[in-house]
C-alpha cells in the first residue's frame, strides 16, 4: 500500500515536470521575436494619433490598449515564474518520493552481482531516471532565463557614444551654471583646472611661524544635478571630464555601490556631497540621502502621519511602482512625491519640514511626474483623470501660492524651466 502511494506520486509528478517544462519553452519560441509592448496596432495607433494630435478620443483608446498590452505582459511573465516554482516544488517531491519508495532496496545485497543482474538493471534505471528529470528541470528554467526580461541578457545594447558633446563657455549649460554660481556668491571660473582669481582677490598672505594642523575639510562638488534630468530639468550639464561607460563587474568607472532598502524608478539628485533618492513598496514609502563620496546612508525619512493618506496604495504597473517620481532640491530643502500623492518636504538634514496628500491620482500605470523647484516654488505637475493640474507650493510651508487646471488629464512627462523671449 505504501509502496502503491509513493509510487502514485512519483508518475504524477512527473506528469506535472513534463507539462511545466514544455510551458517556457514553448513561450520562448513564440515571443523570443516579439515585444508585446511594442505590438504592431499599438505602433500604427501612434501613427495616426500623429496626424491627429487633437483626437482625445483616439488617444484615450491608445492608452487602455497600451495599457491592455503592458498587463498582459507581466501578467504572462508571473504567470511563468509561478510555472518555475511548481516545477521546482514538483522536482523535490519526486526525488523525496523516490527516496522513500527505494528506501529498503537501495542497499546492494551480499552477494555476487552478475553484470545483467535484474538488481544491477534497476540501479542503473534509477540512476537515469533521476539525471532525466534533472535535466527537464534545467532545461525548463534555462529556457526561463532567455525569456524573462529580469534574467535575460540577449536584449541589444545600444552603442554608447565614443565621444562627449564638447563644453563651451558659449554654451547654454556654461551661461545658466554662471548664472547659479554668481547667485551663490561664487566667483566666475573657479571650477576650471588653474583658474586664477580675479585681481588677488581673496588670496591669503603667507603663514609664518608654527602653524597648528587642521583637518582637511570634504571637497564640497561645484556641479550640481538638483532634479531630473539636471537643473531646471532642461537635460543640460555642466559637469566636464566624466566617464561615457561602466562595468560594475570588473569596478571600472565605479567608485562605490551600495543596497537601498526599498526599490523606486526614479532618478539620484545631487547638491554638494549628498544624493537624494526615494524607494517605497505597499509597506512604507521613504526617501533617502546618501554620502556623495563613500556611498554611506546619512539618513532616511518615512512618509508616516500624512492626513488624507490612503489606507491602501494604488495600483501600478510592475515598470512604473510607487515611488518613480525623481527629488527636487536646493540644497536646504529636498522634496518627494509618490503614487498616493503623499508629498513630503524635508531639510538636508532629514528633519520633516511638512508633508500633505494632493489626492490620490487616477492613472493608468502610476504616477510619475518629478517635482521641480524654482526659486521658493515646488512645482508639481499632478496630472490624472480626475482633477490634472499644475500645482506651485511654497518649498518652506507647503502652502499653496497658484494652481493651474490642464486639459491633458493623464501624461507621463515632468515640468522644465525654460527662458522665454529673455
Not at 566624466?242 to 560594475?248: A, N, Q, R, Y
Not at 569596478?251 to 547638491?271: K, L, M
Amino acid at each position: 500500500m505504501r509502496k502503491t502511494i509513493l509510487r502514485n506520486i512519483i508518475v504524477v509528478s512527473v506528469v506535472f515536470i513534463v507539462t511545466f517544462a514544455i510551458m517556457p519553452v514553448t513561450n520562448y519560441f513564440q515571443v523570443k521575436d516579439v515585444n508585446p509592448l511594442q505590438s504592431g496596432v499599438v505602433e500604427t495607433l501612434k501613427e495616426i494619433n500623429d496626424a491627429n494630435a487633437g483626437n482625445t478620443v483616439l488617444q484615450e483608446q491608445i492608452r487602455q490598449i497600451d495599457l491592455l498590452a503592458r498587463r498582459a505582459y507581466f501578467i504572462r511573465m508571473d504567470h511563468l515564474m509561478h510555472g518555475v516554482y511548481i516545477l521546482l516544488g514538483m522536482v523535490t517531491v519526486f526525488f523525496i518520493a523516490l527516496r522513500f519508495y527505494y528506501a529498503e532496496t537501495r542497499h546492494i545485497p551480499d552477494k555476487e552481482i552478475d553484470p545483467i543482474d535484474e538488481w544491477t538493471i534497476k540501479t542503473e534505471a534509477r540512476k537515469y531516471i533521476r539525471w532525466v528529470v534533472a535535466g527537464v528541470a534545467a532545461v525548463a528554467i534555462f529556457f526561463v532565463g532567455l525569456t524573462s526580461p529580469y534574467l535575460s541578457t540577449r536584449q541589444e545594447k545600444k552603442p554608447v557614444a565614443e565621444e562627449l558633446v564638447a563644453y563651451t563657455e558659449e554654451s547654454p549649460a556654461a551661461e545658466e551654471y554662471a548664472e547659479e554660481r554668481e547667485e551663490e556668491g561664487a566667483v566666475p571660473g573657479e571650477e576650471g583646472e588653474g583658474a586664477e582669481r580675479a585681481d588677488g582677490e581673496g588670496e591669503e598672505p603667507p603663514l609664518t611661524g608654527a602653524t597648528t594642523p587642521v583637518a582637511e575639510e570634504p571637497e564640497i562638488p561645484k556641479v550640481t544635478h538638483q532634479a531630473f534630468r539636471g537643473n531646471n530639468s532642461n537635460g543640460w550639464s555642466a559637469a566636464r571630464g566624466i566617464p561615457i561607460k561602466w562595468d560594475l563587474k570588473a569596478g571600472e568607472n565605479i567608485a562605490w555601490r551600495t543596497e537601498v532598502p526599498r526599490s523606486g524608478y526614479n532618478s539620484p539628485v545631487i547638491h554638494g556631497n549628498r544624493i537624494y533618492l526615494t524607494g517605497a513598496d505597499e509597506e512604507i514609502r521613504e526617501l533617502y540621502c546618501y554620502d556623495l563620496r563613500t556611498g554611506e546612508q546619512l539618513w532616511k525619512l518615512a512618509t508616516t502621519g500624512i492626513p488624507g493618506s490612503p489606507a491602501q496604495m494604488p495600483k501600478t504597473t510592475e515598470d512604473t511602482g510607487l515611488a518613480a517620481s525623481t527629488v527636487a532640491t536646493n540644497g536646504k530643502q529636498v522634496c518627494a512625491i509618490f503614487a498616493a500623492g503623499n508629498l513630503i518636504c524635508a531639510d538636508s538634514e532629514g528633519k520633516q519640514l511638512w508633508a500633505k496628500n494632493l489626492g490620490v491620482p487616477e492613472n493608468h500605470y502610476g504616477y510619475a511626474s518629478s517635482l521641480l523647484i524654482h526659486r521658493n516654488l515646488l512645482l508639481v505637475q499632478y496630472d490624472n483623470a480626475n482633477s490634472p493640474k499644475v500645482v506651485a507650493l511654497d518649498v518652506n510651508t507647503g502652502s499653496e501660492r497658484w494652481s493651474r487646471d490642464r486639459t491633458e488629464k493623464v501624461t507621463w512627462s515632468s515640468p522644465i524651466i525654460a527662458s522665454v523671449n529673455n
